[in-house]
C-alpha cells in the first residue's frame, strides 16, 4: 500500500506535467501496474455522482486492500430465521405484559446448541442486537391541541406525619397542551380515590378536557384479554359523568404520558425534597397546594406565558364542557350496629350516636369521609381511616352512656380521640369530676359552641380567683358579645359578680342547660 503523498504525487505528475505511466513509476520507483490502478481508479470514480449514495469524493482518505471476509458458515440463514423466530415471540410476550418471561440472549444461544447449531455466543449476540437496533422505537413530536387532553399518573411520597413516617401517593394530572399541573396526596390508590382526584381535579380546571390519558394502571383497565384492553366500571361511570374519552397507553410505553411523568418526579422532588415533614396530613395538603401554585406560574419553557395563564385559554375553549353536577365518588353499603354503637367498614370501628344498636344502617364511604345514614337521615359524619382495625370514635355519640357509666370515661377511647380542646378542659378543671364535664358536653353538643367555650375559659383564667365551674362557663356562654365585654373586666366587683351570678343560677338551675331564662 502507498502513501497518500505517493497517490497525490501520481495524479498530479500525470494530470499536470502529462507524465507517462512509465515514467512516473521510474521517477517514483513503483510499479508501472500501481501506477496505473490508481490512475485508472480515480478517471472512473470522477464520472461517477456520489450525491444520492454512501460514499464521497474523499481523497484524503487512504487507499485500502478489500477486507477479506472471515468465515460465517455458523451463522447460517436457518440460524438467522430461528433467531429472529425467538425476537418475535418476545415481542408477542412484551404485548401481553409478559416481559418478564422473555428470553435472554444466553437462553437464545443454549436453546441453538440444545438443537444442535454449532454457533458460538459472541456471534448470536451480535446478530441478535443488530436486528433489535433494527426495530427500535422511532419518537414522533407532538404539538398538543388547546384543551384536548391531560395525563394522569401516580407517585410514591414518603412523609413524617405527627413524628410517624408514612407513605402516600401523589396524584398528578399535567395539561399537554399548557403543561398545568394538579397534584393531592392520598392514602390509597383505590377506585374510590382514583375518581375523588378527578372530580377534584376538574373543579379545579373549570372545563374538561377531551381526553384523558393513563398507562395500565389496575383502577383503569380491569383485563387484558389478547392485545385488547377492558376498562373498570368505576372509571367508566367517571368518563360517562364528564363526558371524555379515555386513551390508554401502549404497556412499558411511559413515553406515550410524557408530560406528567415527568411532572411526578419534578412535583415530588420540588415540594417535598425541601419539606418531609408535618402536623397532620391536611397541613402537607395546602403545603402541596402552595408549590403546585408557584410551579404553574411559571413561564412555559417554550411558549411566552406561564403555565396557569395558558390554561385558562383551555378553559376558554372548554367552555361549557362542564355542565354536569360533581360526580359522587363514593361507596354505599348496609351494615348493622354492634353492641359497641359501632359499625365496621374495611376492617375499622366508626361510632354510631346511641339508640341505633342493632339497627341496620347506611355507610357511604369517601376518600376522605365517612357519612352514616339512618332512614334517610345523616346521624354521624367520620373523617376516614385507611388504616385496619382502628377504633374512629365520637364522644358526643355516647354522653348517656357516659351519664350512667361515669368511670369509664377517664379511660375511654371517646376521650382520648376527642378535640384536644376538650380533652384540655378535662385534664385542667375536671379530672374526677365526670358529672359536670357531662353536662358541659352535652351543652357544647346542643349549642355547637365549642369555640365559644373555650373563649369563656380563656376568660376566666384571666382571673385565678375565680373557681371554673360547668354553671359559670354556661352563664357567660349564653352572654351576649357586648354583655361578656362587660364580664371580662378584671376588677374585684365584676369577680364579685361573678359568683353571685352563679350562686343564682344554682339555685335555679335546670338539669339539662344550667342556666337561667
Not at 416481559?99 to 448470536?124: A, C
Request: aromatic share 10%; net charge positive.
Amino acid at each position: 500500500m502507498i502513501s497518500l503523498e505517493k497517490k497525490q504525487l501520481v495524479l498530479i505528475e500525470y494530470y499536470q506535467h502529462h507524465t507517462s505511466q512509465r515514467q512516473i513509476a521510474e521517477k517514483l520507483k513503483m510499479s508501472r501496474n500501481t501506477v496505473k490502478k490508481y490512475i485508472e481508479q480515480d478517471l472512473a470514480a470522477r464520472q461517477q455522482d456520489t450525491r444520492n449514495l454512501p460514499v464521497t469524493d474523499n481523497y484524503v482518505t487512504p487507499p485500502a486492500y478489500k477486507k477479506r471476509k472471515g468465515k460465517t458458515a455458523a451463522l447460517t440463514n436457518t440460524v438467522k430465521k430461528r433467531l429472529r423466530q425467538m425476537i418475535k415471540q418476545n415481542e408477542q410476550k412484551c404485548e401481553l405484559n409478559m416481559h418478564k418471561q422473555q428470553l435472554k440472549i444466553i437462553d437464545m444461544h443454549e436453546k441453538l446448541l440444545d438443537e444442535g447449531f454449532k454457533i458460538s455466543y459472541t456471534t448470536v449476540r451480535n446478530f441478535v442486537n443488530r436486528e433489535v437496533q433494527k426495530q427500535k422505537e422511532v419518537f414522533v413530536r407532538q404539538d398538543p391541541a388547546v384543551g384536548r387532553e391531560i395525563e394522569f399518573d401516580w407517585g410514591e411520597v414518603k412523609l413524617f406525619i405527627d413524628g410517624k413516617l408514612r407513605s402516600f401517593s401523589l396524584a398528578v394530572f399535567t395539561l399537554a397542551y399548557s403543561n398545568e399541573r394538579y397534584a393531592r396526596l392520598y392514602e390509597s390508590e383505590t377506585m374510590i380515590c382514583v375518581q375523588d382526584t378527578h372530580v377534584k381535579c376538574i373543579e379545579y380546571l373549570g372545563f374538561v378536557p377531551n381526553v384523558f390519558t393513563y398507562d395500565n394502571m389496575r383502577t383503569v383497565v380491569k383485563n387484558f384479554v389478547g392485545t385488547d384492553r377492558f376498562i373498570t366500571d368505576g372509571m367508566k361511570n367517571v368518563s360517562l359523568h364528564y363526558h371524555f374519552q379515555i386513551r390508554l397507553c401502549e404497556p412499558r410505553k411511559g413515553n406515550q404520558k410524557g408530560h406528567v411523568e415527568r411532572s411526578v418526579e419534578y412535583i415530588r422532588r420540588k415540594a417535598f425534597a425541601h419539606r418531609d415533614t408535618f402536623i397532620s396530613l391536611e397541613e402537607a395538603q395546602q403545603y402541596l397546594i402552595s408549590i403546585i401554585e408557584k410551579l404553574n406560574n411559571r413561564p412555559h419553557y417554550l411558549k411566552e406565558k406561564t403555565h396557569h395563564e395558558l390554561m385558562l385559554e383551555e378553559r376558554a375553549e372548554r367552555a361549557g364542557s362542564l355542565t354536569a353536577a360533581p360526580f359522587d365518588p363514593s361507596e354505599l353499603v348496609e351494615l348493622r350496629v354492634d353492641k359497641y354503637s359501632t359499625v365496621t367498614y374495611r376492617q375499622n370501628r366508626y361510632s354510631v350516636p346511641e339508640g341505633h344498636v342493632g339497627e341496620y344502617i347506611r355507610l357511604k364511604a369517601r376518600a376522605e369521609e365517612v357519612l352514616i345514614f339512618s332512614e334517610g337521615e345523616c346521624i354521624a359524619k367520620h373523617k376516614r381511616s385507611w388504616q385496619v382495625h382502628a377504633w374512629i370514635m365520637d364522644i358526643y355519640h355516647y354522653l348517656k352512656t357516659f351519664e350512667k357509666k361515669k368511670g369509664a370515661l377517664a379511660q375511654s377511647e371517646c376521650l382520648s380521640q376527642a378535640p384536644k380542646e376538650i380533652k384540655n378542659i378535662y385534664q385542667s378543671y375536671y379530672n374526677g369530676n365526670e358529672k359536670d364535664f357531662l353536662e358541659l358536653l352535652v351543652y357544647i353538643k346542643e349549642r355547637n359552641c365549642l369555640e365559644r367555650v373555650v373563649e369563656v375559659i380563656a376568660q376566666l383564667e384571666k382571673n385565678p380567683l375565680v373557681q371554673i365551674t360547668t354553671e359559670k362557663i354556661i352563664f357567660l356562654a349564653e352572654q351576649s358579645v357586648e354583655t361578656r365585654a362587660v364580664l371580662s373586666g378584671q376588677d374585684d366587683v365584676t369577680t364579685q359578680s361573678l359568683d353571685n351570678l352563679s350562686s343564682l343560677a344554682a339555685l335555679f338551675h335546670s338539669k339539662g342547660t344550667g342556666v337561667i331564662h
